[in-house]
């Protein structure tokens, strides 16, 4: 059986090639990213809900591939002239994909109450899906928000928390196969937080295949 790359290989591609250092530039059209971009990249693909590009509807290709930011969050393009599209107009089209993002985390966002006061959403007032990177966020008023900026680690691990207890509860008792490996998981099971899907895998040595090519074993996941 043939296997056609998917945008979701290719855009996990993009993961290697940031985190080994390797040929950015190519990827944004010769425009050289800097460490902190690079970076932020990494976090925040996880999170990407889309798989075509938001302007022309392509799908997403390795060779082809433009990368922007709009005020901090990460948005993939299919080519040059789509990026130059959305830069005529980058908030039509980041509203298009701000709320791809939040529908998608939202069907199972682990918790009721805001990550930082700890009160329900909504008793203050409708809640607010704020997007950290290119994760959401859900808090109970704009003084959380503010909150949250100054520290954000501190609340996402909070969250980050919720979506591995939620994980948890869901696979534990189940017959656990690693995605990797296809055998059983047994006690040297590790986990592994992608976006928002907890993932077990056999070993560290499953765990270096997974990281190289994510979506190939997360999506089905999701």
């Known amino acids: 059986m043939v296997v056609i790359p998917t945008s979701r290989t290719l855009i996990a591609a993009a993961t290697v090639l940031i985190i080994a250092g390797f040929g950015i530039s190519t990827l944004v059209n010769d425009r050289a990213l800097n460490e902190e971009r690079g970076t932020s990249m990494a976090k925040q693909l996880p ?41 005529s107009d980058p908030r039509t089209y980041w509203d298009i994909l701000r709320q791809e993002t939040i529908r998608s985390q939202q069907e199972t966002y682990p918790t009721s109450n805001c990550v930082v006061s700890q009160e329900p959403l909504g008793s203050m007032g409708a809640t607010i899906h704020h997007l950290h990177g290119m994760q959401l966020v859900e808090l109970c008023c704009s003084r959380c928000v503010s909150t949250l900026n100054k520290t954000p680690e501190r609340y996402l691990e909070t969250l980050n928390k919720g979506y591995l207890d939620a994980g948890r509860e869901v696979l534990d008792g189940m017959a656990v196969f690693c995605p990797v490996t296809q055998v059983p998981l047994g006690g040297k099971a590790l986990e592994l937080l992608w976006g928002t899907r907890l993932v077990r895998l056999a070993d560290e040595s499953a765990k270096r295949v997974f990281l190289r090519d994510p979506w190939r074993y997360a999506l089905d996941l999701r």
Not at 62 to 70: G, K
Request: charged residues 10%.
């Open 47 to 87: 999170f990407y809900p889309m798989y075509t590009c938001v302007v022309s509807g392509e799908g997403l290709s390795l060779a082809t591939l433009a990368i922007e930011f709009y005020e901090g969050h990460l948005v993939l393009l299919a080519n040059e002239p789509a990026r130059q599209i959305f830069l």
